[in-house]
């Protein structure tokens, strides 16, 4: 079955969440682009995240979560 919509609005809390965690630890100044960033990328939140890793060498953050 498809996920339910709050399932769906929890998820994507979780992402902003999580990039915004990684953004204050590693990259403040880009903390108000966070929607302009996740709206870019919808979809493809694993490539970003793993990116991200990969551009600051945060090996492994994102698997935390």
């Not at 609005?9 to 979780?14: A, C, D, P, Q, R």
């Not at 990684?22 to 490539?47: M, R, S, W």
């Amino acid at each position: 079955p498809p996920p339910s919509t709050a399932s769906l609005v929890e998820e994507s809390l979780s992402i902003r969440q999580r990039l915004g965690d990684f953004y204050g630890v590693y990259n403040p100044a880009k903390l108000p682009d966070l929607d302009g960033i996740l709206a870019e990328y919808e979809g493809a939140e694993q490539e970003l995240f793993s990116a991200l890793e990969t551009h600051y060498g945060a090996f492994g953050y994102f698997s935390m979560y």
